[in-house]
T-cell receptor, first 112, second 116 residues
Framework: DAGVIQSPRHEVTEMGQEVTLRCKPI?????LFWYRQTMMRGLELLIY????????DSGMPEDRFSAKMPNASFSTLKIQPSEPRDSAVYFC??????????FGQGTRLTVV | AQKITQTQPGMFVQEKEAVTLDCTYDTSDQSYGLFWYKQPSSGEMIFLIY??????QNATEGRYSLNFQKARKSANLVISASQLGDSAMYFC?????????????FGTGTRLTIIP
């Protein structure tokens, strides 16, 4: 398996634009997590899914952030409109029940 | 309240010495899992070691061992015979099993630098 695949690896966008981050989890994994990593706040859990169903989105910072998982092999994290303070590395991770999570390479987002 | 606390933002250790990275956690669940991940400067997250709350033995994986003290709610990572390649950020994480769902949260990390 190729592991968790995130795209794009880098994204630079202007403030106010919509940004969509994509994640393909490892086949067969039933959990998918979205994290945001910044120097100030470390790794924050934004939202996680179990069997494509969002379970806990309490970490999503505001209504500008939304996440979907239309099927077991694809998830998106959308920011609309984007702001400079959204600049961070966004990680997607997938796992099976009760074992360690495998992380994607991350998407480095810069909002100017 | 912080679920995972790592009190050492940074550590400098001489090569070949052992190093202990601290982690304390907070949960009211009886069943949970504790993990350590390494993040080198390249940015990827690498799984190192896992300890289940019901495991009686401390977990070990090569040079990594987890010093699990359940009553103190601590899960310190011990790296024996440190190497230059161990320089990285280290994250402690907890997987809580909540009503059939599993949440995985991370501490703020410790930046370990190995000095030659």
């Amino acid at each position: 398996d190729a592991g968790v695949i995130q795209s794009p690896r880098h994204e630079v966008t202007e403030m106010g634009q919509e940004v969509t981050l994509r994640c393909k989890p490892i086949s067969g994994h039933d959990y998918l997590f979205w994290y945001r990593q910044t120097m100030m706040r470390g790794l924050e859990l934004l939202i996680y899914f179990n069997n494509n169903v969002p379970i806990d989105d309490s970490g999503m910072p505001e209504d500008r952030f939304s996440a979907k998982m239309p099927n077991a092999s694809f998830s998106t994290l959308k920011i609309q409109p984007s702001e400079p303070r959204d600049s961070a590395v966004y990680f997607c991770a997938s796992s099976l029940k009760r074992v360690d999570a495998f992380f994607g390479q991350g998407t480095r987002l810069t909002v100017v | 309240a912080q679920k995972i606390t790592q009190t050492q933002p940074g550590m400098f250790v001489q090569e070949k010495e052992a190093v202990t990275l601290d982690c304390t956690y907070d949960t009211s669940d009886q069943s949970y899992g504790l993990f350590w991940y390494k993040q080198p400067s390249s940015g990827e997250m690498i799984f190192l070691i896992y300890q289940g709350s019901y495991d009686e033995q401390n977990a070990t994986e090569g040079r990594y061992s987890l010093n699990f003290q359940k009553a103190r709610k601590s899960a310190n990572l011990v790296i024996s015979a440190s190497q230059l390649g161990d320089s990285a950020m280290y994250f402690c994480a907890m997987r809580e099993y909540l009503f059939g769902n599993e949440k995985l949260t991370f501490g703020t990390g410790t930046r370990l630098t190995i000095i030659p």
